[in-house]
């Protein structure tokens, strides 16, 4: 699935709960479900309130046998992700880019040459049992 | 049809100087604000947070828990989580936040 969407804060929720019904659907385990709403939301939210001056944004989303592949792209200024540090225990920001690198199996920024950011996210999936996913698993 | 849920957030305060406060919701980038905006009165101690209804929390649900821990921190008074899910709690734990609030046993 891939999505265009208004860089608006409502926009985060709609996105999150259209992919957690999917891979619900699918038969993903909660734990892993609860894992990528929280990763999406972190990569969505970095979007809305750093990339300006887009006004909108694109998510897409691939399942690929027991992968599910994200990508969030905007048409923003980018930014360096290696000049985003980790939160100090009593600091109010910064925690996002943190949620994202534990939650996710792999995560890649880069920057596209014309301008925006681009973020990818990889979570490995896993199935409760009798879930409808595994049967559309080819390999 | 897309069940948004809303904060609720309610708050009492009793006569030992301690402001409770109950978060039923999500407490995200959209509703986060709702929370740095609640009034905590003034002369209390202790302000205790049940976070038992809360069904998701991200890293804008987490900035608005520290900024209330300043609030509560510019009054003197201290910041104790009183009620917490598995999930969030692991959050807290995977931020380092549970060594900036004093989390339940569990």
Known sequence: MALRLPRDAASVPLIRQMLDGTLTSLGVEPQIRDDIELMLTEACSNVIRHAVPSDEYTVSAMVYDDLCVIRVVDTGHGFDPSKVHDAAPGAESGRGLQIMRALADDVRFSNKRENGAVVCLEKRLRYSPGAAGPHFITT | ?106
């Open chain 2, 1 to 106: 049809m897309l069940d948004r849920t809303p904060l609720q957030i309610e708050i009492a305060s009793s006569d030992g100087g301690t402001v409770q406060l109950a978060l039923r919701g999500d407490l995200d980038f959209g509703t986060a604000g709702e929370l740095s905006a609640v009034p905590l009165g003034e002369g209390f101690e202790r302000v205790e947070v049940d976070l038992s209804e809360v069904g998701f929390v991200d890293s804008s649900g987490l900035a608005a828990l520290v900024r209330l821990h300043q609030r509560a921190a510019a009054e003197d008074a201290v910041l104790r989580v009183v009620a917490v899910t598995p999930y969030l709690r692991s959050m807290l734990r995977m931020t380092a936040l549970d060594r900036l609030f004093s989390l339940p046993p569990g």
